[in-house]
């Protein structure tokens, strides 16, 4: 029998062990993003370069002013310099070029609204209630700020809906729930219509209701200065608050994440910034191309209407990635060129007490290939069908609604006015119905809302059938349809 001291026992698996690492460290190579097998802290990222946009035209770029972006794209977005002189002293910027597929980012056959400047479009904003079908007891909280996200086609319902419960304090409480819509007209093949107990919940235009009782979600507060995944480095460039990030991902499956959103002004360090996911708690610096134009205009000192004055960018809603042609098309196929991603991001005008008094809708696009280039924001904000802005009055909001204008012409002519009382000269307008003429909102439609807000979006359930249900659920066509959640005066949702 073989026999080994107690300190000689170990002598074989040192050896072993000491083996293994000197085998490892000289025969594989740690990628830089990675921490070294050593027992220390990795070093910090290096702070980027980062030069004001006002300052392009007139401050020579570094040799290495790229050293901390991705590499361009085979095709520009944007032509960077005119002329046959390309020094930086001399670059001029213009808009993107005559790309094909992404002409139709360029055309709206919708007029915008004369006073507000908003386009509204056809789709209804429908009720959302958390009150299943045969409920254990009643329902009482106050549900808003809603996401809502599509579920597979082999999930027994259509939506997950992650919603916020009013409660005091800082604490934010969350409960979520399967979903269906159900439809009072148009329903398609799996889609079901409204009962008389979803009316009665929802309203007669139907909407999203739970399949089954809301679960609750304590997400305790997460500090941005005490999160490691996913921060925004370097430390310098990090807010107070942090939030309203969103993540995107290349062709290649690679992860971003967009943090912000903002006219890159003297007084903002930040402007547009996202960064790419490195693994293990990693994220690169910020990634624009430090010559990309921005398409965010803050500038409003030459505006006349005072409500249109004071507006901030706010990042809002997640991304979604968009193929430029029609999924009915059997011709068209994703390519670098006809692929983009689309957001929902809002300008937020606040009223004389400084509180929101509403946000505006706006769509921004970027390439889907690196540098993921920003290529356009929409020119005017987004209502919906049944939406109104504050800062207007209920006749300008509704201007360009044809049934509202039937409306006031039907109750003009039931009402005639009566031109004594608008003249002032009236003597008593008590009980007196021709006053209601020179009152808004003249016989047409009222205020619907204070001021909406959207907080996220998704392709449609059931939008192509198995082939499409097995894909990406965050890939879609010009025809597809989207869903976006909206919440109403911080006390409802949509």
């Not at 002013?65 to 361009?72: G, I, Q, R, V, Y």
């Not at 670059?91 to 790309?99: A, E, L, V, W, Y």
């Not at 912000?260 to 708690?281: C, E």
């Amino acid at each position: 029998m073989i026999y080994f001291p107690p300190l000689r026992r170990l002598l074989l698996p040192a050896t072993i062990f000491l083996t293994v690492i000197v085998f490892y460290r000289s025969s594989f190579r740690v990628p830089s993003s990675l921490p070294s097998f050593v027992l220390h802290a990795p070093p910090p990222p290096p702070e980027g370069i980062r030069i004001p946009i006002t300052s392009i035209r007139s401050v020579p770029l570094p040799a290495n002013a790229t050293e901390n972006h991705l590499p361009p794209a085979s095709q520009f977005f944007y032509d960077l310099y005119q002329g046959s002189n390309h020094s930086s002293s001399t670059m001029t910027f213009s808009k993107p070029i005559d790309n094909p597929a992404l002409q139709i980012l360029w055309q709206c056959p919708v007029q915008p609204n004369r006073y507000t400047n908003h386009i509204r479009i056809s789709a209804l904003v429908r009720n959302i209630t958390q009150i299943a079908p045969d409920p254990l007891k009643p329902e009482n909280r106050v549900f808003w700020n809603p996401t809502i996200i599509s579920l597979p086609y082999w999930a027994e319902n259509q939506y997950l809906v992650v919603s916020r419960i009013v409660t005091d304090g800082n604490h934010q409480e969350n409960v979520m729930c399967e979903a269906n819509i159900c439809y009072v007209e148009d329903a398609r093949a799996g889609e079901q219509p409204c009962t008389e107990e979803d009316l009665n919940l929802l309203g007669p235009a139907g909407g999203l209701r739970c399949a089954s009782a809301p679960i609750s979600l304590n997400v305790p507060p997460t500090p941005a200065e005490q999160c490691f995944e996913l921060t925004r480095n370097p430390p310098s460039t990090r807010s107070g608050i942090e939030k309203n990030w969103m993540p995107f991902f290349s062709s290649s499956g690679e992860s971003y994440i967009h943090y912000d959103l903002s006219h890159p002004t003297n007084t903002s360090i930040h402007g547009r910034t996202f960064a790419k996911l490195l693994g293990n708690g990693f994220t690169t610096t910020n990634l624009t191309d430090p010559l990309e134009l921005p398409c965010l205009i803050d500038d409003d000192s030459k505006e006349i209407d005072p409500v249109k004055k004071g507006g901030t960018w706010h990042q809002a809603t997640n991304s979604l990635r968009l193929i430029l042609c029609n999924r009915t098309d059997p011709q068209c196929r994703a390519t670098d060129e006809n692929t983009v991603f689309f957001a929902i991001i809002h300008r937020k005008f606040p009223n004389y007490l400084d509180l929101p008094l509403r946000y505006e809708r706006h769509f921004m696009v970027w390439s889907a290939s690196p540098p993921f280039s920003l290529l356009g924001i929409s020119n005017h904000p987004i209502l919906m069908a049944n939406e109104t802005a504050s800062g207007w009055t209920e006749s300008e909001n509704w201007s360009d609604d044809p049934l509202n204008v039937e409306m006031v012409s039907r109750f003009q002519s039931q009402h005639p006015p009566n031109l004594a009382h608008m003249n002032g000269n009236s003597t008593n307008t008590n009980n007196n119905n021709n006053s209601m003429i020179s009152m808004e909102p003249f016989g047409g439609k009222n205020y619907w809302a204070y001021f909406t807000y959207t907080v996220s979006i998704a392709y449609a359930w059931g939008r192509g059938g198995l082939q499409e249900e097995v894909g990406d659920k965050n890939e879609g066509f010009l025809d597809d349809e989207v869903v976006l959640a909206i919440g109403i005066d911080d006390k409802g949702q949509g």
